[in-house]
Nanobody
Framework: VQLVESGGDLVQPGGSLRLSCAAS????????MSWYRQAPGKERDMVAT????????NYADSVKGRFTISRDNAKNTVYLQMNSLKPEDTAVYYC???????????WGQGTQVTVSS
């Protein structure tokens, strides 16, 4: 099983980034997918979640209206489009997979997003 994140970078405030998470080794379409983030000295928090069939999404209040989660089940990939980035969005972003019956879950290794001028 692998979840490989990419797309993290250094970006100025107000900028945009798109994170990708490529999944392999499990039946992607049977997993709800999420993005979490963890800033230094803080807990890992959920940022956005998308259902296995992509028919529902959920966002942390701090990113609503700025971030969009999506998935392509044909490509086994989940995305996080991040717009209007703020310094407080700086964190390591992790991809998370949870099986629809909650029996299994997996984490990626994380990708660093830094928002700074």
């Amino acid at each position: 099983v692998q979840l490989v994140e990419s797309g993290g970078d250094l970006v100025q405030p107000g900028g945009s980034l798109r994170l990708s998470c490529a999944a392999s080794g499990f039946t992607f379409s049977r997993y709800h997918m999420s993005w979490y983030r963890q800033a230094p000295g803080k807990e890992r928090d959920m940022v956005a979640t998308i259902a296995s069939t992509a028919d529902s999404t959920n966002y942390a209040d701090s990113v609503k209206g700025r971030f969009t989660i999506s998935r392509d089940n044909a490509k086994n990939t989940v995305y996080l489009q991040m717009n209007s980035l703020k310094p407080e969005d700086t964190a390591v972003y992790y991809c998370h997979a949870k099986e629809v019956l909650w029996r299994f879950e997996y984490w990626g290794q994380g990708t660093q997003v830094t928002v700074s001028s």
